[in-house]
């Protein structure tokens, strides 16, 4: 048993100014390389829980592709279900101001289209024992398509994060089959079609509530980065949970690092507040380090009672 994550995989340049970020000027700093994509943050983030998920996904044929699957592997995530294909991986260029917040950014999006096939394949077997599924909702609608119905087969409850809100709002209905959907204040504005930005967290909690009633979303969770998150479900559950008081070294993966937090705390046995707890605890311990991933916790400094299964992390990669 496993949560099952599907995603893909990207490499992340990060740039990083010496001093104070001038937008329009040559900024001195530093530049690093990491591996990326919101699905195989998700993966590693549960993984690095001590909980053994499933990552379904494609890596390209280079050398970058086979160091993306060796470092999952070595964090216990089970590749089984990743391809191998030409341009596999995508590539994100950020930069990054004096404070850690993200100045801007440029996203070359991966060929996807071989998830189709594969779970056309072994769909039955990847979900027929998962825990849960996490999935990126801004992915080929056909893939989308096969995740929900699988899902549905095997009564699994799903995770819903994405990458580019622009696409994911033009699949409102799918968002009606996902138990919980996990987005910032910016990306709600963008599917709700509205400004969250000037509403205050307990406000945004009110309206969220407005908002998931409206469109029959089951349940969401919107952070609102230094101002905490926002959550509400259909059976009329809300609220406001504060932030992590921490220096911010760098904000990416923050994002990726909660929702994975939200989706296992979701999948074994905590409410809609705890789980919202635990993603917070998660995003919190991302923004101090350079890595887009969090660090190593134990399932019980989280609150999770859970049985690590090791048999889950083979691969025939």
């Known amino acids: 048993m496993a949560i099952v994550v599907i995603g893909a995989v990207f490499v992340d340049i990060k740039g990083f100014p010496d001093d104070i970020y001038v937008p329009t000027g040559r900024n001195a700093g530093r530049v690093e390389t990491v591996h990326g994509g919101v699905g195989r943050n998700v993966a590693e983030d549960i993984a690095n829980m001590e909980l053994r998920p499933r990552f379904v996904s494609i890596v390209d044929d280079t ?76 992915m080929d609608k056909e893939i989308v398509k096969r995740v929900l119905r699988g899902a549905e087969k095997y009564g699994k409850k799903v995770y819903g994060v994405v990458s580019n809100m622009a696409i994911a709002s033009q699949r409102r209905d799918f968002l009606q089959s996902i138990d919980c959907f996990v987005c910032n204040v910016l990306e709600a504005g963008i599917l709700f079609v509205d400004d969250f930005t000037k509403l205050e967290p307990e406000e945004l909690a009110e309206e969220l509530l407005r908002r998931i009633v409206k469109a029959n979303i089951p349940s969401m969770v919107v952070t609102m980065g230094s101002r905490g998150a926002v959550y509400a479900s259909l059976d009329g559950d809300k609220g406001y949970y504060p932030p992590e008081s921490v220096a911010v070294r760098d904000t ?59 048999s889950a992390t083979h691969s025939i990669g």
């Open 63 to 138: 050398g970058s592709g086979a160091e993306v699957l060796r470092k999952l592997q070595k964090h216990k995530v089970n590749t089984d279900y990743v391809l191998v294909q030409p341009d596999g991986m995508g590539i994100w260029l950020a930069v990054f101001d004096n404070t850690g917040d993200l100045a801007g950014s440029i996203s070359k999006r991966p060929n996807m289209d071989a998830l189709v096939g594969l779970l056309d394949e072994k769909g039955d077997e990847i979900f027929r024992d998962a825990d849960s599924i996490v999935i990126e909702v801004d």
């Open 252 to 310: 990416s993966g923050a994002g990726d690092a909660f929702c994975a937090g939200v989706a296992a705390g979701l999948t074994y046995g905590k409410s809609l507040r705890e789980a919202v707890r635990i993603g917070t605890h998660l995003a919190a311990s991302v923004i101090t380090i350079s890595e887009s991933t969090c660090p190593r916790f134990l399932p019980g400094e989280l609150g999770l009672d859970v049985q690590v299964d090791d």
